[in-house]
Nanobody
Framework: QLQFVESGGGLVQPGGSLRLSCAAS????????IGWFRQAPGKEREGVSC????????SYADSVKGRFTISRDNAENTVYLQMNSLKSEDTGVYYC????????????????????WGQGTQVTVSS
């Protein structure tokens, strides 16, 4: 089964940092743009960031610009999301998925229907 495996979440105080990892089960990530999404309690899932393939172009939601950094290590078949200066509003379950590319840029918040959502990883920012 084609699936994403997210990890690295946890409980952190406001201002703290976490690094999330996105791995693939059943396929390799190399040829795909990858996006990170999150879903807060009672809210719809929203896009956070995405990264292109060989050119590694990146895009971010306005709410995380300057605080989050997306990167990829194709040798490790993993995409990372470094989250710094975390806020309570960053709390939620974080997921990754394949992102579409339009005019050489990945699209934050859009997902290509490929495989299924993973279980996600819970991020809780609280004092």
């Amino acid at each position: 089964q084609l699936q994403f495996v997210e990890s690295g979440g946890g409980l952190v105080q406001p201002g703290g940092s976490l690094r999330l990892s996105c791995a693939a089960s059943g396929f390799t990530l190399d040829d795909y743009a990858i996006g990170w999404f999150r879903q807060a309690p009672g809210k719809e899932r929203e896009g956070v960031s995405c990264i292109g393939t060989s050119d590694r172009t990146t895009s971010y939601a306005d709410s995380v610009k300057g605080r989050f950094t997306i990167s990829r290590d194709n040798a490790e078949n993993t995409v990372y999301l470094q989250m710094n200066s975390l806020k309570s509003e960053d709390t939620g379950v974080y997921y990754c998925a394949i992102a579409p590319i339009v005019q050489h840029m990945c699209i934050v918040g859009a997902r290509v229907d490929f495989g299924s959502w993973g279980q996600g990883t819970q991020v809780t920012v609280s004092s």
